[in-house]
């Protein structure tokens, strides 16, 4: 792959620099959804390099190029039958994650839906899962007499086919969502990084966003630290580095506070502050100053704009009701919340 990048697909800015150069071969020796045949039926040498940029404008970090859409179409081609495919997403680890962020959707949703003296919802409420692949939790909510509308986006017809089957209207893409929809929570897991023009797929999601819609979204986390040692190891020749270092699968490269620079540039807040939350009430006359200095901390972090190892960049946001305009990128610049 050629060593000249990509433009940011955060600010725009053509100020970039190659962090590092990923061997196809270091690819798949780090990942076990890869064997021996992968280079022959994606068409790539073991010795080919594929970039990694990172802008010097906003701090972001992406693949230098974009994969062809034929290369895309080997990588994501499995070749597993329908019901495989659907126990492989519908795997206990993976189900459960599943389920657990629609439950933050709904528990986020619930504060914010109107609700009659039953706490029943006035009107029906409009779930959009983007890039759903098989609906591992969405789907439960598509039952006869429940109060959801769920919607989901997947690429393969095959895997529409099966959703419109078990009663989920699904669409390859947000283009084809029919106008007037609107909707009150959307879930992106683990969907953004895959996508070489985020802050584009944000801003249609915006454009299909209720007043105050809740938005779930989860990426990897490549917080500096961690972005820095995975850079150490490729440069000093490791042949296994983590799997989510990859610029054939994973275009982009957030850290909490990259994802939230572009959220916010979206459209979009993040619900809670990424600072830890203590009980005024304590148990143990040692206990008031310990939280007290942990506090005292939390305020300097977020004054700061900096993040610590316990940060992640998955969570909750929230739609920002006036001009996204005003969150525009400025260099050098990330906030914290």
């Not at 997403?89 to 959707?105: E, I, N, Q, T």
């Not at 190891?233 to 042949?239: A, E, F, W």
């Not at 296994?240 to 982009?252: A, F, Q, R």
Request: with cysteine.
């Amino acid at each position: 792959m050629s060593q000249q990048s990509r433009s940011c697909p955060l600010c725009g800015s053509d100020r970039v620099s190659i962090l590092a150069s990923v061997r196809a071969e270091v690819i798949v020796h780090s990942s076990q959804y890869y064997d021996e045949g992968a280079y022959e039926r994606l068409g790539v040498d073991k010795d080919s390099q594929f970039g990694i940029s990172k802008c010097n404008e906003c701090d972001f970090v992406f693949s230098a190029q974009v994969p062809s859409a034929e290369f895309l179409d080997k990588l994501y081609d499995g070749g597993s039958s329908l019901e495989e495919s659907v126990a492989i997403f519908a795997r206990p680890a993976r189900a459960a994650y599943a389920f657990k962020c629609l439950s933050l959707v709904l528990s986020e949703l619930a504060k914010r839906v109107a609700v009659d003296a039953r706490g029943v919802s006035e009107r029906r409420i409009r779930i959009l899962d983007v890039g759903c692949a098989f609906g591992v939790g969405s789907l439960g909510l598509a039952r006869k007499y429940y109060p959801y509308e769920v919607t989901g986006i997947e690429i393969s017809s095959a895997t529409r086919s099966y959703l419109a089957d078990q009663g989920m209207q699904a669409y390859a893409s947000l283009e084809d969502v029919p106008e007037g929809l609107c909707f009150d929570g959307i879930i992106l897991n683990d969907v953004l990084e895959h996508v070489a023009d985020p802050l584009g797929l944000l801003q249609a999601i915006k454009r299909l966003s209720a007043e105050q819609a809740v938005l779930w979204i989860n990426v990897p986390n490549f917080i500096d630290w961690r972005l820095e040692q995975i850079v150490s190891q490729i440069s000093s020749g490791d042949m296994c580095v983590p799997k989510d270092m990859n610029p054939w699968e994973h275009l982009s490269y957030f850290s909490p506070r990259t994802l939230n620079l572009m959220m916010k540039r979206a459209g979009f807040y993040r619900a809670k502050p990424s600072v830890r939350e203590y009980p005024v009430i304590c148990d143990s006359v040692f206990g008031m100053p310990r939280k007290v200095l942990r506090y005292a901390r939390d305020l300097w972090v977020n004054y700061a704009r900096s993040f610590d190892s316990g940060h992640v960049t998955s969570g909750i946001f929230v739609r920002i009701s006036g001009d996204p305009r005003d969150y525009a990128v400025r260099p050098n610049h990330i906030d914290s919340e």
